[in-house]
């Protein structure tokens, strides 16, 4: 069987940092067998590091069983070639650093490494993957599928189609998200931020905007998304959490696709970044996380 209505059953993720370490123990915890490239292998200890005590935090909770969790580490494995991983996989989620040229050779490797059947997805937050249907050769099988932080509890994952990526793709895609245990959403069209940024950008940018007008403090501008609109969260205390670094890149990614002014980085915003107060990460950001 050729393209994408052959079953997903094995899956290479591409890059072991914060979302590729995730997004890897998810599909473990789902039954497939899970394959996980990094450049620094240092990486796969660092990221079984961090992966073991959150499913022992899962177990401890009982959202997990003991057993279940000891599979999916056997399911997970590291390899230290790219080319290698790819041969076998059915699908691929790449989520490497945030660099154009990094991915665009990625997915030019994967494009001739991995049978011609296989999907290929990348986890980007502002690069579309029409950015890498050339490198890639297969546009059809190609989308972005893009998890939030952390990839193992957060729930969305965006699907967002290029212009030439296949009803079948998509429909695969959706459908391993979901025995992911998430709730996928399809973007039809790529835009700037696709649709959770964009919703998170103006709800910041608003924010910013009463700040800097003095209409109100910070806190009280947290205190009212949380209490009268219900968000777990301010949007002073979601930009620290998520890091005031990756605001600034969002929004700059945006401006340079995009070049309205509106979606430019917000000046109070880049001067903390500049001062090196990112958020919950550096200890300060708007608040102090001591
Ligand atoms: N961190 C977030 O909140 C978040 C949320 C959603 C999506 N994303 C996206 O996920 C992707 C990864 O982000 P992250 O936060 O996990 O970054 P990270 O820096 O934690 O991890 C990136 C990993 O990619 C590896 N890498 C670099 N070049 C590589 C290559 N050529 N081949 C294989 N691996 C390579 C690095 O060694 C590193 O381990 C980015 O595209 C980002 O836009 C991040």
Avoid at 202 to 213: D, F, I
Avoid at 234 to 259: K, W
């Amino acid at each position: 069987m050729t393209g994408p209505e052959r079953p997903v059953e094995r899956i290479l993720v591409v890059g072991a940092g914060a979302m590729g370490s995730q997004i890897s123990m998810l599909c473990a915890l789902a039954g497939y067998r899970t394959e996980v490239f990094d450049v620094s292998p240092q990486q796969y200890e660092a990221a079984l590091q961090a992966l073991r005590p959150r499913l022992a935090g899962m177990v401890e909770k009982g959202r997990l069983r003991e057993e279940d969790s000891e599979a999916a580490f056997a399911r997970l494995s590291f390899v230290a070639d790219l080319d290698d991983g790819a041969q076998h996989a059915d699908l691929v989620i790449e989520a490497a650093t945030e660099r154009l040229e990094v991915k665009q050779d990625i997915f030019r490797r994967l494009g001739m490494a991995a049978p011609a059947h296989t999907i290929l997805t990348s986890n980007s937050s502002t690069l579309a993957s029409s950015h890498l249907a050339a490198a890639s050769e297969r546009p059809e099988l190609l989308c972005n599928m893009h998890f939030f932080n952390p990839a193992l509890h957060m729930e969305c994952v965006e699907v967002v189609r290029n212009p030439n990526t296949s009803d079948a793709t998509v429909e695969t895609v959706l459908q391993l998200a979901r025995s992911l245990g998430k709730k996928p959403v399809l973007v039809r069209r790529e835009v700037p931020g696709f649709i959770a940024n964009r919703l998170m950008g103006a709800l910041q940018k608003e924010a910013l905007g009463l700040l800097a007008a003095g209409v109100a403090t910070m806190e009280d501008i947290d205190t009212t998304a949380r209490t009268a609109l219900n968000h777990p969260m301010g949007p002073f205390e979601l930009m620290d959490f998520v890091g005031l670094d990756v605001v600034n890149f969002i929004s700059e990614a945006a401006y340079g696709e995009t070049g309205n002014p509106d979606d430019a980085p917000d000046p109070q915003v880049s001067a903390l970044v500049q001062a090196g107060k990112l958020g919950r990460k550096s200890g300060e950001g708007w608040y102090r996380y001591p």
